[in-house]
């Protein structure tokens, strides 16, 4: 599956980077269990992401790109 490479002048590429920092701060105030096993985490991190109207936005994007 080809993924398109960054272009700067694009703006869903540009877009997709705003969300993706926005996204990095949701994820940096999920408190991480040691107890759970790493995938668990993975696990919970998309689906706090997922919760969410970035998150849901980044889907989208990334669906339509890779259509």
Do not use: Q, Y
Request: charged residues 30%.
């Amino acid at each position: 599956m080809p993924i398109p490479r960054f272009d700067v002048e694009n703006p869903i590429h540009r877009r997709l980077t705003e969300l993706g920092k926005t996204a990095e701060s949701t994820v940096a105030g999920f408190t991480i269990n040691p107890d759970l096993h790493f995938a668990a985490t993975r696990r919970h991190i998309r689906e706090l992401l997922d919760s969410t109207d970035e998150g849901r936005e980044i889907n989208e994007i990334v669906f339509e790109m890779l259509s």
